[in-house]
């Protein structure tokens, strides 16, 4: 009789036990995306809600079809990972951009961004910010068409922060800010722009159920709070116009794009920070986060190779001893 059927194949101790899981990580973002949302539909209304219904929609409706007729596996919509591409895209777009327009962003994230390295797990860039990056490059006026609202700074309407620092100079505005409005999400933006007090909510239930931890977004904020300080512009002000406490706090903390180990997300964290400032203050466009955390996580194979995980049990090793072994080779 042939036993070998039901033999099982038992890895190596350690073994860990738990109960987390990809489906409840991915829950607990949902979770915490709930209170921005709730922002987003306070301020921008029904729009803000058809924007954000269209991008969850198409992104859902997208991977099923690719699961059931390209890839032809069974559905994967239940770990959520499909609903997170979708909030995270709506909170990358105004309220008011055409449906259609949102549908085509949603198809590019899931079908280009995702399901074309082979579905979750294996994608190289974040999914929602290939949907972000391709709709504003296909179509910029409409990506860069807000609704008339307060912008964040005393007296201007119909624009953003960050457009109203481009036009007169990061460094020249600060006495003008309107931070009740900054905090509480009453300015104009993209819809993950508004609600900075509702983000951050957001994160701490995030770090509460260990879905995150704390080194990416840090290096994010720190380093773009430590660029925008030489460069004379006012750090807190930075920090929460535009879409940098987003990305820091959900878009880079994304766990197949980013570093496997701790240094190497402050690496990583440090990288985009820097690169956002570079865009933001010296570069064509107002805002940079989205294309800082796309190269970075271009990198992040680069950085996983370079900063390992030590196996268990094993000693580190000082930077002498690991040039010695390179040499041997």
């Known amino acids: 009789m042939d036993t070998t059927q039901n033999s099982f194949i038992i890895s190596g101790s350690p073994h860990i036990h738990s109960a987390d899981?990809?489906?409840?990580?991915?829950?607990?973002?949902?979770?915490?995306?709930?209170?921005?949302?709730?922002?987003?539909?306070?301020?921008?209304?029904?729009?803000?809600?058809?924007?954000?219904?269209?991008?969850?929609?198409?992104?859902?409706?997208?991977?099923?079809?690719?699961?059931?007729?390209?890839?032809?596996?069974?559905?994967?919509?239940?770990?959520?990972?499909?609903?997170?591409?979708?909030?995270?895209?709506?909170?990358?777009?105004?309220?008011?951009?055409?449906?259609?327009?949102?549908?085509?962003?949603?198809?590019v994230a899931i079908g280009i961004g995702k399901m074309?390295?082979?579905?979750?797990?294996?994608?190289?860039?974040n999914p929602a910010l290939v949907g972000r990056v391709f709709l504003l490059l296909s179509f910029p006026a409409a990506m860069t068409t807000w609704p008339e609202m307060q912008s964040g700074i005393d007296g201007v309407t119909g624009a953003t922060v960050l457009g109203y620092l481009k036009q007169t100079g990061h460094a020249a505005s600060q006495g003008a800010v309107d931070w009740l409005s900054l905090g509480l999400g009453d300015m104009n933006g993209s819809l993950g722009e508004a609600g900075s007090l509702a983000l951050v909510i957001g994160f701490f239930w995030m770090l509460f159920t260990r879905t995150v931890t704390w080194h990416i977004p840090v290096a994010v904020l720190g380093s773009a709070a430590v660029v925008a300080l030489c460069a004379g512009a006012d750090p807190c002000l930075e920090l929460l116009s535009g879409g940098l406490?987003?990305?820091?706090?959900?878009?880079?903390?994304?766990?197949?794009?980013?570093?496997?180990?701790?240094?190497?997300?402050?690496?990583?964290?440090?990288?985009?920070?820097?690169?956002?400032?570079?865009?933001?203050?010296?570069?064509?466009?107002?805002?940079?986060?989205?294309?800082?955390?796309?190269?970075?996580?271009?990198?992040?194979?680069?950085?996983?190779?370079?900063?390992?995980?030590?196996?268990?049990?094993?000693?580190?090793?000082?930077?002498?001893?690991?040039?010695?072994?390179?040499?041997?080779?």
Request: aromatic share 10%.
């Open 245 to 329: 406490l987003l990305g820091a706090l959900f878009m880079a903390t994304d766990y197949v794009t980013s570093p496997m180990t701790r240094r190497g997300q402050i690496i990583y964290g440090i990288l985009i920070g820097v690169i956002t400032m570079i865009i933001r203050l010296w570069g064509a466009y107002p805002e940079g986060v989205s294309f800082a955390i796309l190269l970075g996580n271009s990198v992040t194979p680069l950085i996983n190779k370079y900063c390992r995980p030590r196996r268990f049990g094993e000693r580190r090793k000082t930077i002498r001893q690991m040039t010695e072994e390179r040499r041997t080779r």
């Open 116 to 125: 074309s390295f082979g579905g979750l797990g294996c994608n190289i860039w």
């Open 21 to 107: 899981s990809v489906k409840r990580r991915m829950w607990n973002v949902v979770i915490a995306l709930v209170p921005a949302l709730a922002v987003s539909l306070i301020f921008f209304g029904l729009p803000a809600l058809a924007v954000a219904l269209t991008s969850v929609g198409a992104c859902l409706l997208t991977e099923w079809i690719i699961d059931r007729w390209v890839m032809k596996v069974p559905s994967t919509l239940g770990n959520g990972s499909a609903l997170i591409t979708g909030l995270l895209l709506a909170f990358n777009l105004p309220s008011i951009l055409p449906w259609w327009m949102v549908a085509i962003g949603a198809v």
